[in-house]
């Protein structure tokens, strides 16, 4: 499962984070996905419990914020949402198309307690 190997260096580095907090517990993280990852939340979801068990981690509440997958285009200026991964720009059906977001997968935020 794609998102388990994901969530695997979620948590690298949620373990780097709470290293130094060795009797804190792990309330809320937050995950920035991008829609390029091609995470599917509950998955993502699923992974985090796996992880979380018998850890600092266990129990906390985990975010999922989507950040869509957006372009511009080098030919024409034109930029917006690329849908269905689609890279043609619908001004000019130009192809040079330059990802702007959706690549995103980092923890943005942990709650400790
Ligand atoms: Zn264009």
Not at 5 to 27: E, H, N, W
């Given at each position: 499962?794609?998102?388990?190997?994901?969530?695997?260096?979620?948590?690298?580095?949620?373990?780097?984070?709470?290293?130094?907090?060795?009797?804190?517990?792990?309330?809320?993280?937050?995950?920035?996905?991008?829609?390029?990852?091609?995470?599917?939340?509950?998955?993502?979801?699923?992974?985090?419990?796996?992880?979380?068990?018998?850890?600092?981690?266990?129990?906390?509440?985990?975010?999922?914020?989507?950040?869509?997958?957006?372009?511009?285009?080098?030919?024409?200026?034109?930029?917006?949402?690329?849908?269905?991964?689609?890279?043609?720009?619908?001004?000019?059906?130009?192809?040079?198309?330059?990802?702007?977001?959706?690549?995103?997968?980092?923890?943005?935020?942990?709650?400790?307690d």
């Amino acid at each position: 499962m794609h998102e388990m190997a994901l969530m695997g260096g979620v948590f690298d580095i949620i373990k780097q984070y709470t290293a130094d907090l060795p009797d804190k517990k792990v309330t809320r993280v937050t995950l920035v996905v991008g829609e390029m990852t091609n995470a599917v939340p509950e998955a993502l979801e699923a992974a985090f419990e796996v992880y979380a068990k018998g850890t600092a981690v266990e129990g906390a509440e985990l975010v999922i914020r989507r950040i869509p997958l957006t372009a511009c285009c080098t030919a024409c200026g034109w930029q917006g949402k690329v849908e269905e991964h689609m890279f043609i720009c619908p001004r000019c059906s130009g192809l040079g198309l330059e990802i702007r977001s959706g690549r995103e997968l980092y923890v943005e935020s942990l709650e400790v307690d």
